[in-house]
């Protein structure tokens, strides 16, 4: 990867990038990282179809056990299931796997103060505080300091992002945006760079690089597929990613910056450049592990189900 960061210019970026090696480089994952993912999917059916509380058990327990994936990849889904187990009134288990989620660093306090979670534990508030207390209390313990560094800059990136859009709303100004974006991007670029160690700088907030992602890898498609896809794809090839994130970003990038049609889906987020051969389209989801097309779950919201 490049070492060096563009400076963008406030008002217009113009970048010209050789991006056309990047298309066409069909990614094969191999077939231990496809089960693993075929048990993910499988969570995410029983828990969208709200099956048997036996089932999603079941699944959940399978997909730890696995042993197809590196432990720290498992890890972020331990708070998923802790979230099931509290849904279903099962706090002292609940509270097991949400211990699991947080020293295995995949869950911040602030993620267990959430209102989902606040509701699950309603009947048992002491519980619910002394979980919080213990969350915060350790919280610079089990992070290293350049970790936290990490933390505090992804919150910070998440705060312009929405103070811009906020502003926008009584203020409309799509240069304020453009300029803001540029922003996040060059510090996301930057974020990978300076901690070339670790494995996926981004993961540690996983819905501040979720909002950031979209908004910025939208006005600036060619940065991402410059700097950040090459990462991404082999995070995913290691197992140390997620498909369904990597799929719709990818489409999402090259449709904006080529104006091609999507790779992995029928459209990207926003419902543009649906792809007709879906026979291609679905050899790509396939090897990548996602189901098919006529086996994706249609979304009700404007992210389009993966």
């Known amino acids: 990867m490049k070492k060096n960061i563009l400076i ?3 008002l217009l970026l113009v970048v010209f990038f050789n991006t056309s090696t990047l298309f066409g480089q069909e990614v094969v994952l191999n077939d ?5 993912y075929n048990l993910f999917h499988k969570i995410v059916e029983l828990d969208r179809d709200k099956d048997s509380p036996e089932s999603i058990h079941k699944a959940y327990l ?30 002292d288990k609940a509270v097991v796997y949400y211990d699991k989620a947080f020293y295995s660093k995949h869950l911040l306090p602030s993620d267990f103060n959430i209102e989902g979670i606040r509701k699950w534990f309603s009947e048992d508030t002491a519980l619910f505080q002394l979980k919080v207390k213990e969350y915060q209390d350790n919280f610079g313990k089990i992070y290293s300091y350049q970790e936290l560094q990490i933390i505090n800059e992804l919150y910070s990136m998440l705060s312009a992002d929405q103070l811009s859009r906020q502003y926008c709303k009584q203020h409309p100004d799509r240069s304020l945006l453009m300029f ?3 922003l996040t991007m060059q510090r996301m670029i930057a974020l990978i760079q300076n901690n070339a160690s670790s494995d996926n700088p981004l993961k540690y907030v996983k819905f501040a690089y979720f909002v950031l992602g979209r908004h910025a890898y ?3 498609p060619k940065m991402w597929l410059q700097y950040i896809e090459p990462m991404e794809r ?5 197992g140390k990613s997620d498909n369904v994130s990597y799929a719709r970003n990818y489409d999402q990038a090259i449709i904006y910056a080529t104006g091609e049609k999507s790779y992995f889906g029928e459209f990207d987020d926003y419902g543009n450049a649906a792809n007709p051969d879906t026979a291609t389209v679905n050899r790509h989801r396939i090897n990548i592990g996602l189901p098919p097309l006529k086996e994706k779950k249609e979304s009700n919201s404007i992210f389009i189900t993966y």
């Open 62 to 91: 399978d997909y730890f056990n696995c042993g197809l994936v590196p432990e720290s990849v498992i890890a972020k889904n331990y708070s998923g299931y802790a979230d099931e187990l509290a849904a279903m009134g099962d706090l």
């Open 8 to 10: 963008l210019c406030p």
């Open 180 to 182: 803001s974006d540029s």
């Open 32 to 36: 231990s990282i496809i089960r693993f």
């Open 234 to 238: 082999q995070w995913l090839i290691e």
């Open 218 to 220: 939208s006005c600036y």
